[in-house]
C-alpha cells in the first residue's frame, strides 16, 4: 500500500524566492497556448493566490504582506506576468471572497475584493466569482455583486447553489453574464452575454 510521503514544514516565501514563482506562472501558462488551449484561468481562490490577498492568511512582514495594496502585489504581478505572454484576452481570475478553504479568510471581503477587482480591470478578460455552497455558508450580498460590476468591466461569472430562479435574476439584474452551472440544473434558458459583450 502507498504510503503518504512526509512534506516539510510551510514557511512564508522570501521576496526573491516569490519573484520566482511569479516566472513560474508565466511560463505553463505560454505553454498553454503554444499548446493550442484559447486561454488560461488563475487560481486566486481556496488557499492559492488568495493566500495572499486575504488578511488573516497572509502574515508576511516584507513588501508582500500588511496593507492591503501589499497582500495585492502577488496577484498583480502574477497576472501582468501571464497577460504579458499570453494576452489580457485569454485569461481569467478566479476569486472567492467569502469561502473559507484552507484557512484564507479575510476580515473586510467587500472591501478587499472590490480593489482585486479593480485592479484586475482591463488586466484580464473575465472573473469567476466562487461563491460559498455549503449548508451553513455566508450569502454574499447583492450589493457587493453590485459594486463588483461597476468596478470590473470585463465577463463576470458566478457559482455555487445557483436555482433556475437566481440565475435568471442575476443575469437580468445585470451584475452577472454568465452562470456556471452542474449537471442536475440544466437546461436554463436565459438570455447572456458571450465574452464580447453581445447579448445572445
Known sequence: MDEMVQHSTPRALTEAEIADVTEDFAHPAKNAINAGFDGVELHGANGYLNQFIDSQANNRTHGYGGSLPRRLLFLREVVEGVVAVVGEDRIGVRLA???????????????????????????????????????????????????????????????????????EQAVQNGWADLIGLVAPSLPIPISRRDFNGAWR
Open 97 to 167: 471572497p467569502l469561502t473559507t478553504l484552507q484557512g484564507a479568510v479575510d476580515d473586510t471581503p467587500q472591501a478587499t475584493y472590490l480593489a482585486a477587482a479593480r485592479m484586475l480591470d482591463e488586466r484580464c478578460l473575465y472573473i469567476p466569482i466562487a461563491e460559498a455552497d455549503w449548508d451553513d455558508a455566508p450569502e454574499m450580498p447583492t450589493t457587493f455583486k453590485e459594486a463588483l460590476r461597476l468596478i470590473y468591466r470585463g465577463t463576470m461569472i458566478y457559482s455555487g447553489k445557483y436555482t433556475a430562479e437566481r440565475t
